[in-house]
């Protein structure tokens, strides 16, 4: 009798077991979120999660064999870019060495709008210096009246 | 992108070698010397362009080249060498390319220059080219072995 209870307590324990572990979707969805942040080196902008290329297989399962024997998506993180740099980090970390990745297109905004300001005074002096003194401005008044004087004769 | 390995010790491994698997092959054995260690692969067609250049080298007897041969197969890989000719001093086979990761490989054929320390000091990623060779391998391999 506690035989038998004892073997229907253990089926579940046992079907878990059996289980392949690539088929854990708790442990294959962590996989995915954590290669979906890292770049495939060898292909056009995809993430490790999204490539078939045979490095990101095998990146792939190296994540899932260290999530497996229990290290922390920080660890991983930190085994990939001791292994090939922050460059397969798709959120590099700001640091010295990645600064300018950071704050390249705040500079260049910056730097876009001051030059834009710059352009538009200019533009604004040239055009408020173009304007004609009176005596220019009679004369040119004047030249316009004969000519059109000229013209209805 | 300078590799993260440059100035960090050659990362352990111990593999079975090419020709004569009873054998192994571990960074450490190479302690002392000055050493350039290559990754290859018989299905790897950039190798194909630097192989006449590394069968050179070896004639030179500069610098030992050890290769790692990555993800390959030891009946393709001792076919490669005999037709296109041996520059190693001998291979090891990483047929899992475990410790291709463990070196950052992504781009075969890659070539490390290795110190008498068994620190890395150099890595080149696709073909070894003359210009490398010439300006930036021989020079660092001369300068380390003074």
Known sequence: ?153 | MPSPLIDKPAPPFQLAQLRDPGKTLAPGDLKGKVWIFNVWASWCVACMQEHPLLVELSRQNLVPIYGLNYKDGRDNALKWLDTHGNPYTLSAMDADGRVGIDYGVYGVPETYVIDKNGVIRFKQIGPVTPKALEEKILPLVRQLQG
């Open chain 1, 1 to 153: 009798m506690t035989a038998v209870l004892l073997m229907v307590l253990a089926l579940p324990a046992f079907a878990n077991e059996a289980a392949p572990a690539a088929q854990d979707p708790a442990l294959e969805q962590r996989v995915m979120r954590l290669t979906s942040e890292l770049r495939c080196l060898v292909c056009q902008n995809q993430s490790l999660a999204d490539s078939h290329a045979d490095l990101a297989i095998d990146l792939r399962n190296q994540v899932r064999s260290q999530m497996q024997a229990g290290k922390s998506d920080a660890e991983i993180r930190e085994f990939m870019v001791a292994r090939y740099g922050d460059f397969v980090l798709y959120r590099p970390p700001l640091k010295s060495t990645t600064a300018l990745l950071w704050a390249g297109p705040f500079v260049l905004l910056a730097a876009g709008g001051l030059a834009l300001g710059f352009y538009l005074r200019r533009r604004r002096k040239r055009l408020t210096e173009s304007e004609l003194t009176p005596e220019q401005r009679a004369r040119a008044e004047a030249l316009l009246h004969t000519r059109r004087e000229g013209q209805t004769r």
